[in-house]
């Protein structure tokens, strides 16, 4: 079983609504990394967190460590949204590399 | 904030050739610079971890004598694949910790090399 689930695997939404990725890990952590990989392949580290929520612009992040789980928010979604949203964990006993889940594939309709 | 500059973008070569890929850290000091591999429709895998000055470590399965990793300077580590063969063909990634003073920002990531081999 992987360290990292991600839900749902794919997902497909209309201009403007609210998406929830969620992110599940397994092992203790010292930080839990979203990430966003566009089309051609690039990645964007999009938010680091340890505990509580960030947020960036409409993107909101929160992580309840109790739970050992993770959320990524996408507020009034827009079709330059599409991309695979990665989240990734560096665990306690080894806090040097990552540990991705499968990606969410994500496609926002006009 | 910090930037990791890889090239090329994309290569085609022929079976037998070399292939070098490089990534440099272009406003930060990367002691240490992460590998990945990426198959389509798959996750990032992890072939090796390269620390500046020193031999790189290799992830389980990973060939390092296909593979070479160099990393000779604080912003600067490369990717060689020798000989490369038609299964080689594959999207690999680089990524450093962007850690300044002593805090860790996060990974900053490449921009990926796309390579296919004929």
């Known amino acids: 079983k992987n360290e990292v689930e991600q839900s749902p695997q794919n997902l497909t939404a209309q201009e403007g609504e609210f998406i929830t990725i969620n992110c599940s890990y397994s092992v203790g952590i010292s930080a839990l990394h979203w990430l966003q990989q566009h089309p051609g392949g690039g990645i964007v580290s999009l938010f680091m967190?340890?505990?509580g929520k960030k947020k960036h612009g409409r993107l909101i992040a929160t992580i309840n460590i109790q739970e050992k789980h993770s959320s990524l928010h996408i507020t009034a979604s827009h079709p330059r949204d599409s991309a695979v949203y990665i989240c990734?964990?560096?665990?306690?006993?080894?806090?040097?590399?990552?540990?991705f889940g499968a990606g969410t594939t994500v496609t926002v309709r006009a | 904030g910090a930037v990791v500059s890889q090239h090329p973008s994309w290569v085609i070569c022929k079976s037998g050739t070399s292939v070098k890929i490089e990534c440099r850290s272009l406003?930060?000091?990367?002691?240490?610079m992460f590998w990945y591999r990426q198959f389509p429709k798959q996750s990032l895998m992890l072939m090796a971890t390269?620390?500046?000055?020193?031999?790189?470590?290799?992830e389980q399965g990973v060939e390092k004598d296909k593979f070479l990793i160099n990393h000779a300077s604080l912003t600067l580590s490369t990717l060689t694949v020798t000989s490369a063969h038609p299964e080689d063909s594959s999207f690999y990634i680089c990524?450093?910790?962007?850690?300044?003073?002593?805090?860790?920002?996060?990974?900053?990531f490449g921009s990926g090399t796309r390579l296919t081999v004929v």
């Open positions: 990734a964990v560096r665990s306690f006993s080894n806090d040097y590399k990552l540990s």
């Open positions: 390269s620390n500046e000055g020193s031999k790189a470590t290799y």
């Open positions: 967190l340890s505990s």
């Open positions: 990524s450093a910790r962007d850690r300044r003073d002593g805090v860790l920002y996060g990974y900053t």
């Open positions: 406003d930060f000091q990367a002691t240490t």
